[in-house]
């Protein structure tokens, strides 16, 4: 018997105001699958992932976490929102913000429990930010901070991480690092990261997908200029696989510089 897939998209439309956002999605995604999504903005990447949340439900077709509805399996999904919508200016430690992600697990109005503290302490140890536990989050570097909101995340022991543009904004030193953290990660969990940077998801993904409206996904990180140019509406000179692709415009084109 086939292993149940860790998330199951069956034919799904998600419409808002009658205009459809997400059209006719229908692929599955394996368990402790790495999948980059890729696509412009205003594509449907952040509606995909709300979708997988629960928070948006389709207008038409299903969605399954290990066979059963978001709702139901809820528990089983860590969220990395973009930490630049993350208020860095609220006075709060990184201790406190990692045990915010065991809030579901407690019950309201309780303290939380040994228990919590010390998945909590376990995953500021898997994101090398322990020593920061006391640090006020203001204080954190753009890198630092995207690492204690993955440690978050992890308090809930997922089986499936779910990240909206996790490196953007942040250093290539912290870039490099978040990388090679999710890949230690994926040994584990499914993972799912939307990004914009083709070449870097290129090199840690073991798939990716296209996403503008409808859905391309050929179960590999190998893409085709025709798919990409089909998703963004442009020309494309695809390098070697590994490397930074480039996106090419009809000036490129012609010689010209960018505008």
């Known amino acids: 018997m086939s292993e149940i897939p860790a998330i199951s998209f069956d034919h799904i439309y998600v419409k808002y105001n009658g205009l459809v956002v997400l059209e006719d999605i229908d692929f599955n995604v394996a368990h402790r699958d790495y999948l980059g999504i890729i696509g412009p903005n205003g594509g ?13 439900r389709p207008s038409k077709g299903k969605v399954r976490i290990f066979g059963k509805s978001p709702s139901q399996n809820r528990p089983l999904i860590g969220y990395v929102p973009q930490y630049t919508t ?46 920061y536990k006391k640090r006020q989050i203001g204080q954190l570097s753009g890198g630092q901070l995207q690492r204690v909101l993955i440690a978050r995340a992890l308090t809930s022991h997922p089986k499936i991480m779910l990240l909206d543009e996790p490196t953007s904004s942040i250093d290539v030193e912290s870039e490099t690092g978040l990388y090679e953290l999710l890949k230690e990660l994926n040994s584990s969990m499914t993972i799912i990261m939307v990004s914009h940077d083709i070449g870097a998801i290129s090199k840690y993904v073991k798939s990716i997908a296209c996403l503008n409206i409808k859905l391309h996904h050929h179960g590999s990180k190998d893409l085709t200029p025709e798919v990409i140019e089909s998703v963004y509406g442009c020309p494309v000179d695809l390098i070697a696989h590994g490397t930074p692709h480039r996106v090419l415009n009809h000036h490129h084109r012609h010689g010209e510089n960018d505008a």
């Open 86 to 131: 993350f208020d860095r200016q609220y006075p709060i430690n990184v201790w406190d913000v990692v045990l915010m992600g065991r809030l579901g697990k407690s019950r309201i109005f309780k303290h939380y429990s040994k228990v919590d503290k010390d998945l909590a302490e376990d995953s500021l140890k898997k994101t090398d930010m322990l020593s």
């Open 44 to 56: 449907g990447k952040t509606t995909l992932l709300k979708t997988l949340l629960g928070l948006i």
